[in-house]
């Protein structure tokens, strides 16, 4: 039988010299060994340079390189650095703050080498920690959501603690999840959940880097459910932190549909989604040869329609209101099938 390919790696860092020495260990100790890891720092003004460097000193693992960058370029420009120096088919991009869990690499390499439909792209749940890492959450809640207000746990996603270490087991679920179309509430996860196929990755990360310095993994995984869908693993392979200093989510677990950053997500969004609307006029031929007329001009028309929604405009407002009674007529069916199904 064919062989597994390698995995590329890259932890991009900008002053989280308290954990990327954590992140760097927990891809060392994947159980799927033929990868490549390339750190970048990104110009950090704390101790992270000294953190890696010792970092990879005690480990001594020809699979990891280093690059330090002179001057700050941002998560985009950081990522592409790391990316030029690696040739492998499939890439993942691990937080410096965030750690993966042993068998990371291997379940996303496994569910992209599903024998249905092949993605561009893989993401999966996680569990959230605190800067000790300690665990605050056993889901990030925005994760496959949009179930009905009712809903019964299933015993087996609650965790047990280990008497000895104190520490949290989670039983695997194995379940998985393909979203063939994008929406704009498709959600996937952070950066750190996601595993590309590297021509996927290339064809559409045109963009310059001052244009696109945070929100790679919006930007990315917004183009891959428009033009190849993506399968969600609904087991939490990583562990995300959320330290009180992330670029993003600087809030608190609060519990319920918690925001975990206190900026504004709409008017992030908006810039992303017209970034990926240029780049599909841009790369207009690129994206045809790849993917056809077809699913080129379907995804322009479903970013379009997206952004036209949040507009003052007529247009927005006529597409709000068509919104809203599609989703109250579903509703109102839903309620309609579980009525009949308990009068049966």
């Given amino acids: 039988m064919p062989s597994a390919p390698p995995v590329g790696v890259v932890i991009a860092n900008y002053n989280n010299g308290a954990f990327v020495g954590r992140a760097i260990e927990s891809v060392s100790r994947q159980s799927c060994g033929n990868l490549r890891t390339i750190i970048v720092d990104d110009a950090s003004t704390d101790n992270s340079d000294e953190e890696i460097r010792n970092c ?25 650095r790391g990316l030029a120096r690696l040739d492998t088919p499939f890439v993942g991009f691990l937080d410096s703050d965030d750690r993966w869990y042993e068998n990371f690499i291997e379940r996303h390499l496994c569910v992209h080498m599903n024998a249905d439909f092949p993605v561009a792209l893989t993401y999966c749940d996680s ?46 679920n194995g379940r998985l999840t393909f979203h063939p179309n ?3 509430l498709s959600a996937t996860n952070s950066m750190a959940s996601m595993m590309f196929r590297r021509s996927f990755v290339d064809l559409v990360l045109v963009v310059p880097d001052e244009d696109l310095r945070l929100y790679l ?39 319920g ?40 001009a379907h995804s322009k028309a479903l970013v379009k329609r997206a952004l036209d929604a949040r507009s003052d405009s007529g247009r927005g407002a006529w597409i709000r209101f068509v919104d809203q009674l599609s989703a109250r007529t579903r509703n109102l069916f839903a309620r309609s099938r579980s009525a009949l199904g308990a009068w049966r």
């Fill in 182 to 184: 994008w929406t704009p």
């Fill in 217 to 255: 993994d919006y930007y990315l995984s917004t183009f891959a459910v428009l033009l190849t869908g993506s399968i969600a693993i609904h087991d939490a392979l990583y562990a995300y932190r959320m330290h009180g200093a992330n670029k993003h989510s600087n809030a608190t677990v609060m519990g």
């Fill in 127 to 172: 569990h959230i920690i605190d800067g000790d890492d300690h665990l605050l959450a056993g889901t990030a809640w925005w994760f496959e959501q949009g179930a009905s207000a009712n809903k019964a746990f299933d015993a087996a996603i609650v965790p047990r603690i280990d008497a000895a270490t104190g520490e949290f087991t989670f039983p695997a």
């Fill in 56 to 80: 990879l000193s005690r480990l001594s693992d020809p699979r990891f390189d280093y690059v330090r960058l002179d001057a700050n370029v941002g998560q985009t420009g950081a990522i592409k």
């Fill in 257 to 296: 549909s918690y925001n975990s950053s206190t900026k504004d997500w709409e008017p992030i969004s908006n810039h992303i989604l017209g970034l990926v609307q240029r780049i599909l006029d841009e790369e207009a031929s690129s994206i045809r040869a790849v993917f056809g007329d077809w699913r080129h």
